[in-house]
């Protein structure tokens, strides 16, 4: 079964709210984590990444926050904006190997 | 930086026909990644490169699937003969190095239809 997963599939929001995409992991030995934000008819973008040795990393209006007790990952969203209406996935790695990644959460963002 | 090219960018073709996608990573990059994403399965790692060698193929479903990477700068996906089971959207990317910690960028991807 897939190693990484998101537990909603849809996330509905108002524009101006922050957004909160939950993402959890199986393999404590994961030491490295990515979250890719995919618009329709295009190829997954590169938000923001972590590492294990770290909790909590910000973007521009992003943070990842990592819990390595529950193995749980979450890409925050501040001030939400239509244009953050997309496909989130959250990658792992494993092992150095490539990364795995889950079946993604729809973001979508309403005026 | 022209990014991730891939063509072509939407392909329909029949059962039993051959098909090839194509990709340019990004210049200077020395891993190349092959996806297919599908909604019932999602993105799945088909194979990958590095230096232009194929490292990890197991994610390659059959026979009919086969990856090359001739140069740096040039890889190929073929399907030969397609199904209309392979119908889904084909990623490449590519990444400065196979280490897990270096950011794979993405291609646009091939839409590919078999009737």
């Known amino acids: 079964g897939e190693s990484v997963g998101l537990h909603l599939p849809t996330l509905s929001v108002q524009e101006g709210d922050n957004s909160i995409i939950n993402c959890a992991y199986s393999n404590s030995a994961s030491d490295y984590f990515i979250w890719y934000k995919q618009e329709s008819g295009k190829g997954p973008q590169f938000i923001i990444d972590?590492?294990?040795?770290?909790d909590k990393r910000q973007g521009q209006r992003v943070t990842v926050l990592l819990n390595k007790t529950v193995k749980h990952l979450s890409l925050q969203i501040a001030a939400t904006q239509p244009g953050d209406s997309a496909v989130y996935f959250c990658a792992e790695n494993q092992a150095g190997t490539a990364l795995i990644f889950g079946k993604g959460t729809t973001l979508s963002v309403s005026s | 930086d022209a990014g991730v090219i891939q063509s072509p960018r939407h392909e329909v073709t029949e059962m039993g026909q051959e098909v090839t996608l194509r990709c340019k990573p990004i210049?200077?990059?020395?891993?190349l990644f092959w996806y297919r994403q599908t909604m019932m399965r999602g993105l799945e790692l088909l194979i990958y490169?590095?230096?232009?060698?194929?490292?990890?193929d197991s994610g390659m479903p059959e026979d009919r699937f086969s990856a090359k990477m001739p140069n740096a700068s040039f890889s190929t996906l073929k399907i030969q003969p397609s199904e209309p089971r392979d119908s889904a959207v084909y990623f490449c990317?590519?990444?400065?190095?196979?280490?897990?910690?270096?950011?794979?960028?993405f291609g646009p991807g091939t839409r590919l239809t078999v009737l």
């Open positions: 990317a590519s990444s400065l190095d196979r280490a897990s910690t270096d950011t794979q960028y």
């Open positions: 210049s200077g990059h020395n891993s």
């Open positions: 972590i590492r294990s040795n770290m």
């Open positions: 490169f590095n230096n232009n060698v194929p490292i990890d």
